[in-house]
């Protein structure tokens, strides 16, 4: 009965993951339309009551982990300020109760995070990343291939893959952090099914021609390797990190210098597709409300709200300001920004301090998830975005990064008790930590 229990529980986990990351339903209720087509309003009401579900149940199987999860979010406060400052924007909101529903989800989305989080080991985590990309990656094929008024686009993309997920740019970005992925497990393992896992999701990030995901990985990819030198002797790392840092400053000079001849090679143009015109018309709007904002995503909702002006200049309905941190400053100001860039400050140090001290390919999983949520938000909004596997991982990662706490076996039992939780842990030191398996 208790192995039926944890076949459900990781079938469920994955199944929400797949959820999180956008496919398959929406796609199928859109109808397959894409972008530059008009149509029918939709209606994603089905969408809306399977993540109340996920909530519920999410809560049902983390209620038996409480305390452990208590400790994770007392020792990660900044988490708390921030979800805290999501919800207190429901005063200054120009949508109050649009940022009430908002808020909401995105508190059920974090829930998921810490359950994550506190339920499975950063091992156990990757393989059901794994899981779920593979998953993912099956049925994109199967959509584009059997079904492809889902998983071909039309319109303004015509010809484009997108799999599952209703756009492009969402299979590119999911297909890159797959391959991260991957890697990372057929590191570890060394299975020639997981390199074949990378090799498809590669496949499919050129099909989706979504060139930023695509340069999200040419990043990532090196950026492993170069840090496998941290575990290296002082000497050797020394001299290679230096070289490295001559060479990084000297590439990224010339991409400066040359910058407008190579985003021409792509297709694009420095603008970054008429992002750079929403980024202005939003730096000016923060001018107005520089230090609270307009409230947690208030904006961008209908042609009566505060950015309604910015959807009738551009000509076209942008769902965000395609940049994370404009539109997390947009929403939360000044003081929000501040909490995020904090707590992301704070988790990128010990995620480097992990990949120092550790000797398995998964301890290289925060960095470089933490690195992805910065390149992502370069071009595309996705911190605190509710129902969103981004920030389902990111909470996940700033918790399980944050754990350095093992709890003996003959005290297992005394964790669901009445007892004190301060009586139930036992501080180690973060080698011990993350030695053990």
Same mark, same amino acid.
């Not at 071009?379 to 981004?390: A, G």
């Not at 990111?394 to 964790?415: F, G, N």
């Given at each position: ?35 530059? %087509?008009? $149509? ?66 995105? &508190? ?20 059901? /990343? ?63 099914? /997981? ?7 590669? /496949? ?36 290679? /990190? ?93 003081? $929000? ?5 904090? %707590? ?53 990662? &700033? ?12 005290? %297992? ?25």
């Amino acid at each position: 009965m208790r192995t039926l229990l944890n076949i459900a529980e990781r079938v469920f986990t994955i199944f929400a993951l797949l959820m999180y990351s956008g496919g398959p339903l929406v796609v199928i209720l859109s109808g397959g339309r894409s972008e530059g %087509q008009a $149509g029918i309003p939709l209606d994603f009401a089905l969408v809306r009551q399977l993540f109340l579900l996920i909530y519920l149940i999410t809560c049902c199987f983390l209620l038996p982990h409480w305390k452990r999860a208590l400790y994770l979010l007392v020792k990660e406060k900044l988490l708390l300020v921030l979800l805290a400052w999501v919800v207190l924007s429901i005063f200054w909101s120009a949508d109050p109760s649009l940022t009430i529903n908002r808020s909401i989800a995105l &508190i059920g989305t974090t829930l998921f995070g810490i359950y994550l989080a506190t339920r499975y080991s950063l091992k156990e985590q990757l393989h059901l /990343l794994a899981w779920m990309f593979g998953l993912a990656i099956l049925l994109s094929i199967l959509f584009a291939v059997g079904l492809p008024r889902y998983g071909i686009m039309g319109g303004t993309h015509a010809g484009t893959w997108r799999g599952i997920y209703t756009h492009k740019n969402t299979l590119g970005s999911m297909m890159a952090f797959s391959a991260i992925v991957f890697l990372l497990r057929a590191v570890g393992a060394k299975r020639r099914l /997981l390199w074949l896992g990378m090799v498809f999701s590669f /496949l499919l990030l050129l099909l989706s021609r979504s060139t930023s995901p695509l340069s999200h990985l040419i990043l990532l990819v090196p950026t492993f390797f170069i840090f496998r030198t941290l575990r290296w002797r002082y000497r050797s790392r020394t001299f290679i /990190l230096s070289l490295i840092t001559v060479v990084g400053f000297s590439v990224l000079s010339l991409v400066i210098l040359y910058a407008e001849s190579l985003v021409r090679l792509v297709g694009k143009d420095l603008t970054f597709t008429g992002r750079s015109r929403i980024w202005s018309y939003a730096w000016d709007m923060i001018q107005e409300r520089p230090w609270l904002g307009y409230g947690y995503s208030s904006q961008w909702s209908s042609l009566g709200s505060e950015t309604g002006f910015i959807w009738r200049v551009v000509g076209w309905e942008a769902p965000n300001s395609h940049n994370g941190f404009l539109e997390l400053w947009l929403g939360l100001g000044f003081i $929000g920004l501040s909490i995020f860039a904090l %707590q992301f400050f704070c988790g990128l140090f010990r995620a480097v301090s992990l990949i120092s001290q550790s000797r398995t390919p998964e301890f290289f999983l925060p960095f470089l998830s933490l690195l992805y949520t910065v390149f992502t938000n370069l071009t595309e909004s996705t911190l605190l975005d509710r129902n969103s596997i981004y920030w389902v991982l990111y909470s996940m990662i &700033i918790l399980a990064s944050t754990a350095r706490v093992t709890i003996p076996p003959e005290k %297992q039992q005394v964790l669901t008790s009445n007892s004190t939780l301060t009586s139930t842990l036992t501080l180690t030191p973060p080698s011990s930590v993350i030695s053990s398996p």
